[in-house]
């Protein structure tokens, strides 16, 4: 037998598109429960990529794409005017 999950405890990539906005409306958007989802995240980059036996460059890898790309964005007001100066 197949046990019925709720959609409240059901992830995000199992929710349907129909469900979407019904599943956005359970989730919690209080300070503490937004925290909760950071730390929660948080805690399963670090199991799954920092916290190994045989570690490799993934995990940190990945902070730093992270890294390159967020400098992007907060520099691109910047980086935006530069674009049609042809010689200076």
């Not at 709720?6 to 409306?25: E, N, P, T």
């Not at 940190?60 to 980086?79: K, Q």
């Amino acid at each position: 037998l197949l046990a019925a999950v709720l959609l409240k405890d059901m992830k995000l990539m199992d929710v349907k598109l129909g469900q979407l906005g019904s599943w956005l409306a359970m989730r919690d958007f209080t300070p503490g429960g937004i925290m909760g989802a950071v730390r929660r995240g948080y805690n399963r980059y670090y199991n799954k990529y920092i916290n190994v036996r045989k570690g490799g460059l993934g995990g940190l890898s990945m902070v730093l794409a992270g890294y390159v790309v967020l400098s992007y964005v907060w520099s691109y007001s910047h980086v935006k005017h530069d674009r049609r100066r042809k010689y200076h």
